[in-house]
């Protein structure tokens, strides 16, 4: 059973930078290890992923360029490093993995395993 635990969620002002960490345990294989989003009152987000395996990133347009997804595969945890934030990023952030080789990246129902989630806020 694969498990994930989020962490770094924390309270920041415009332009500030968090890194958030995803430690994974009890895999085999992943096809997509990624990072949602969900604010109150809007749907869930993909953000970025990576595909360990290939070290192949994705991003979500409104992160491209102020976001980087990375996986230390030697410790199994997957990092967030965010920059520039925006109020608009303000969120619950979710871990999520999948096994599946034909998943969708971006499609949350896609993924079989998640985190508990960590809370960013951005505000001044």
């Known amino acids: 059973q694969v498990q994930l635990v989020e962490s770094g969620g924390d309270s920041v002002q415009p332009g500030g930078s968090l890194r958030l960490s995803c430690a994974i345990s009890?895999?085999?294989?992943?096809?997509?290890v990624a990072w949602f989003r969900q604010a109150p009152g809007k749907e869930r987000e993909g953000v970025a992923a990576?595909?360990?395996?290939?070290?192949?990133?994705y991003y979500g347009d409104s992160v491209k360029g102020r976001f980087t997804i990375s996986h230390d595969s030697a410790k199994n945890i997957v990092f967030l490093q965010m920059t520039s934030l925006k109020p608009e990023d303000t969120a619950m952030y979710y871990c999520?993995?999948?096994?599946?080789?034909?998943?969708?990246?971006?499609?949350?129902?896609?993924?079989?395993?998640w985190g508990q989630g960590t809370q960013v806020t951005v505000s001044s």
């Open positions: 999520a993995a999948v096994r599946e080789y034909g998943a969708t990246w971006f499609r949350d129902r896609d993924y079989d395993f």
């Open positions: 990576i595909a360990p395996r290939e070290s192949r990133t």
């Open positions: 009890g895999f085999t294989y992943l096809r997509y």
